[in-house]
C-alpha cells in the first residue's frame, strides 16, 4: 500500500534550469495538494487540485506550474528555478478536502544554486 | 502575529515523562489537526478534533473552542516519539494554516 509517492526525493538545480516533481497517490483521492516547507515557517500551499483535469493556486503559486491530467498523479513544474525556490516540497491527498485529514508523501528536498 | 502559535518551539524530555505541546489560534475554525513530521520527513496526520478530547495509545489531544487553544499530550514519552509535531486549523474559510511545529526529543 503506498499511499502517497513523491519523485525524485532530492534533486539540484542551477538557477534558470526546468523540472518536474511528480506525485502519485494510489488511494482514489480527489483532492490533491502542493506545499512548500521552509525553515521557521508552516507549511504553505502552492497549487492544489479537486480533481482530475482542475487546478487551482494557493498561497504561493508564482514560479509553479501544476497539472493533474490523471486523478493518481499531480505534476508540480518548476519552469525557471531561482534560489528562492530552494526548499522541502510535499505532496498531499484527501478524499473530500480540507474536511477529512490529509495524506502527505515524504518530501522532495531542492536546493537551487 | 501568526495566526497558529504552537509552543514550545523546541523541548527536550527523558524517557518516562509527559509532555504537553501547546497550539493557539486567533481565527475561527471547524476543525485541528496535529500532525507528526518524522527525522526522516515524512508527515503523518494523528488527529483531527474539532471539539473535546480524543486519544490514539500513549497519545491525547485536546481542545478548546471558547479559548481556542489546544494540547497534545504524550504519556510516557519513548524516544521514538522524537519528531516535530505541527499544530494546523482548517479555518472558517476553509483554508488550512499550519503552525511552525514543535521539535521534541526524548532521551533514554
Known amino acids: 500500500n503506498a499511499g502517497v509517492t513523491q519523485t525524485p526525493k532530492f534533486r539540484v538545480l542551477k538557477t534558470g534550469q526546468s523540472m518536474t516533481l511528480l506525485c502519485a497517490q494510489d488511494?482514489?483521492?480527489?483532492?490533491m495538494y502542493w506545499y512548500r516547507q521552509d525553515p521557521g515557517m508552516g507549511l504553505r500551499l502552492i497549487h492544489y487540485?479537486?480533481?482530475?483535469?482542475?487546478?487551482a493556486k494557493g498561497e504561493v503559486p508564482d514560479g509553479y506550474n501544476v497539472s493533474r491530467l490523471k486523478k493518481q498523479n499531480f505534476l508540480l513544474g518548476l519552469e525557471s528555478a531561482a534560489p528562492s525556490q530552494t526548499s522541502v516540497y510535499f505532496c498531499?491527498?484527501?478524499?473530500?478536502?480540507?474536511?477529512?485529514?490529509?495524506?502527505f508523501g515524504d518530501g522532495t528536498r531542492l536546493s537551487i544554486l | 502575529k501568526n495566526e497558529v502559535e504552537q509552543s514550545p518551539q523546541n523541548l527536550t524530555a527523558q524517557e518516562g515523562e509527559f509532555i504537553t505541546i501547546n497550539c493557539s489560534y486567533s481565527?475561527?475554525?471547524?476543525?485541528l489537526h496535529w500532525l507528526q513530521q518524522h527525522p526522516g520527513g515524512g508527515i503523518v496526520s494523528l488527529f483531527m478534533l474539532s471539539s473535546g478530547k480524543k486519544k490514539h495509545g500513549r497519545l491525547i489531544a485536546t481542545i478548546n473552542i471558547q479559548e481556542k487553544h489546544s494540547s497534545l499530550h504524550i504519556t510516557a514519552s519513548h524516544p521514538r516519539d522524537s519528531a516535530v509535531y505541527i499544530c494546523a486549523v482548517r479555518a472558517n474559510t476553509d483554508k488550512l494554516i499550519f503552525g511552525t511545529g514543535t521539535r521534541l526529543q526524548v532521551f533514554p
Open positions: 481565527v475561527g475554525i471547524s476543525a
Open positions: 488511494m482514489n483521492h480527489e483532492y
Open positions: 498531499a491527498s484527501s478524499y473530500l478536502g480540507n474536511t477529512q485529514p490529509q495524506h
Open positions: 487540485s479537486v480533481g482530475e483535469g482542475t487546478t
